[in-house]
């Protein structure tokens, strides 16, 4: 039987830390705020350990670690080659810029140019000497030249008068540069130094005149002219020549197929 409404009620009384609140609770999860401060921890970390490998030392050809190589710096011997030559006269470079490093480029390549075999050849040669030659100067020099390499000379190094080589041999002459510099230069003028390795002799398993090396240094006149950096003279002096290496010789079959194999270069300061 219920209750009447007159009769007393009773109360229950809670202890403090559990009775019930009549507001919600203002510390209640934040889902973005969590997931921010996540990616800022992971950010961090990535930058820390980025920064801390830069420092680490980088591994040598060995495989061992060592102080991280500092980067290249020029030199007075690198090749620098600021303004490529694109031009040929006859197979050799031409158009260079009238600057101390152009007539450097120009002595180089034309070094290789009287030291290959076309100046062996009369007609190859003269057509050597119009593509070298300031215009001026190409007359004496192509007279000079066919004064010196005469058929007596021819024969010392085992050629016929016409400059070819016996049947079964290939003739071998290069000049490779080393280095060059250049002595008095103006924008009008210089002397270029070419210091040079070159290759002389005929290859073949019947020579008597096997390839030798030799070392010289070039030194040429050069006058600009045309736009262009041109020959007027030269003289050739013997070294410096380094000590030889304890290296075994190749042979001949070897050396021929080298020559045949390997191609000369072009060469820019």
Not at 37 to 64: E, H, Y
């Amino acid at each position: 039987m219920p209750l009447p409404d007159d009769q007393p009620h009773t109360r229950t009384r809670l202890p403090v830390g559990e009775q019930p609140s009549p507001y919600p609770s203002g510390r209640q999860p934040r889902p973005l705020r969590t997931l921010l401060t996540v990616l800022l921890v992971v950010t961090l970390l990535v930058v820390a350990i980025s920064i801390a490998n830069r420092d680490k030392t980088a591994p040598t050809a060995g495989g061992q670690h060592g102080p991280a190589p500092a980067p290249p710096t020029g030199a007075p011997t690198a090749p620098s080659g600021t303004q490529p030559v694109g031009t040929t006269s006859n197979g050799i470079a031409t158009g260079y810029p009238d600057t101390d490093q152009g007539a450097q480029s120009a002595a180089a390549n034309y070094a290789v140019a009287l030291g290959g075999t076309d100046m062996f050849r009369t007609d190859a040669r003269h057509a050597v000497i119009t593509a070298i030659a300031d215009p001026a100067a190409a007359d004496a020099l192509r007279a000079r030249l066919d004064q010196t390499i005469t058929p007596t000379v021819l024969s010392g190094y085992g050629l016929d008068a016409q400059g070819q080589a016996p049947k079964g041999l290939t003739f071998v002459s290069r000049a490779v540069p080393i280095g060059t510099h250049t002595d008095g230069y103006t924008a009008d003028s210089t002397k270029a130094l070419v210091w040079c390795a070159g290759l002389g002799g005929l290859a073949g398993t019947s020579s008597t005149k096997p390839v030798t090396a030799s070392w010289y240094t070039l030194t040429l006149t050069l006058h600009w002219t045309g736009g262009d950096w041109k020959l007027t003279d030269y003289t050739r002096q013997d070294g410096p020549a380094p000590v030889p290496a304890d290296q075994q010789a190749a042979s001949a079959d070897d050396i021929t197929g080298a020559v045949q194999q390997f191609g000369g270069f072009r060469y820019a300061r």
